[in-house]
T-cell receptor
Framework: QKEVEQNSGPLSVPEGAIASLNCTYS??????FFWYRQYSGKSPELIMS????GDKEDGRFTAQVDKSSKYISLFIRDSQPSDSATYLC??????????FGAGTRLFVKA | DARVTQTPRHKVTEMGQEVTMRCQPI?????VFWYRQTMMQGLELLAY????????DSGMPKDRFSAEMPDATLATLKIQPSEPRDSAVYFC??????????FGPGTRLTVT
């Protein structure tokens, strides 16, 4: 079992809809969770970080962590074509070491 | 707008040759990470440094890869000898803490 599992997609949503992305992790001791966005041919860019159970909202983005089920989610409201990218979840499994999921490709159709 | 810089951006080399990739972290960042990204394996952590000291390089093939920070403004990743399976995009990232990682543009390496 991989330490961080993520569906590769592609996930296709119409413009204006809510995009829902998720991943699971295996290390129960993980404390820090991240979502990165990577446009094709570009480097990953941090969009959300969350350090406790529950929700965190930032603009159109909401990140959720459920430590009991080791499940991480990212919701993008009012999806725009510019949101089309690969979204990587990442988990800090111990101090300094971050494990990334394989990434989910999101397509937002205009 | 401070950014991580990496050189070269692209490198094509023949199997058996030495490859050196360089990274200049953002000024003031004391944590540096090296990652490799391929379609098959995704983004893999190779090594990370804090205050120029290597904290973990367990993700690196030890027989051919080496990573160093000669000074606070330069991190290097060296492959010797290179093999076709090393073909990937190599990213450097820096931050002021482990939870903060700003990625450079990457070096696209092709080993023929």
């Amino acid at each position: 079992q991989k330490e961080v599992e993520q569906n590769s997609g592609p996930l296709s949503v119409p413009e204006g809809a809510i995009a829902s992305l998720n991943c699971t992790y295996s290390d129960r001791g993980s404390q820090s969770f991240f979502w990165y966005r990577q446009y094709s041919g570009k480097s990953p860019e941090l969009i959300m970080s969350i350090y406790s159970n529950g929700d965190k909202e930032d603009g159109r983005f909401t990140a959720q962590v459920d430590k009991s089920s080791k499940y991480i989610s990212l919701f993008i409201r009012d999806s725009q074509p510019s949101d089309s990218a690969t979204y990587l979840c990442a988990v800090m499994v111990r101090s300094f070491k971050t494990i990334f999921g394989a990434g989910t490709r999101l397509f937002v159709k205009a | 707008d401070a950014r991580v810089t990496q050189t070269p951006r692209h490198k094509v080399t023949e199997m058996g040759q030495e490859v050196t990739m360089r990274c200049q972290p953002i000024l003031g960042h004391n944590t540096v990470f090296w990652y490799r990204q391929t379609m098959m394996q995704g983004l893999e952590l190779l090594a990370y440094f804090r205050n120029r000291a290597p904290l973990d390089d367990s993700g690196m093939p030890k027989d051919r890869f080496s990573a160093e920070m000669p000074d606070a403004t330069l991190a290097t990743l060296k492959i010797q000898p290179s093999e076709p399976r090393d073909s990937a995009v190599y990213f450097c990232a820096s931050g002021r803490a482990a939870w903060e990682q700003y990625f450079g543009p990457g070096t696209r390496l092709t080993v023929t």
